[in-house]
């Protein structure tokens, strides 16, 4: 199964580019499938993994980064794939 993990941060004032980098920076102790990186308004940041492992699976996250770079603590959402179309 295909399993996505999503991480998105909104970046404290003036602070997006810095949090960009931030979670580009992040590395983790395994490989995903694949890992994409987004930027939207408001300085928020989406990172998407993707993992070949079943949906209850223990799978490597991004951290919370440093409490003055970002307005809120990070949202984080599982996905399950349903097929490719």
């Known amino acids: ?3 996505a993990l999503m991480w998105e941060a909104r970046a404290a004032e003036g602070r997006g580019e810095e ?3 931030w979670a580009r920076e992040q590395g983790l102790p395994e490989q995903p499938l694949r890992r994409e990186t987004f930027r939207a308004p408001e300085d928020r940041v989406l990172v998407i993994t ?3 492992a079943p ?3 223990e799978l490597p996250e991004l951290p919370e980064p440093s409490g ?6 990070v949202h984080r ?3 399950g794939s349903v097929g490719v179309g």
């Open 1 to 3: 199964m295909t399993v």
């Open 19 to 21: 949090l960009l980098a």
């Open 50 to 52: 993707w993992w070949d």
């Open 55 to 57: 949906y209850d699976a």
């Open 68 to 73: 003055e770079l970002v307005t809120r603590a």
């Open 77 to 79: 959402w599982r996905f």
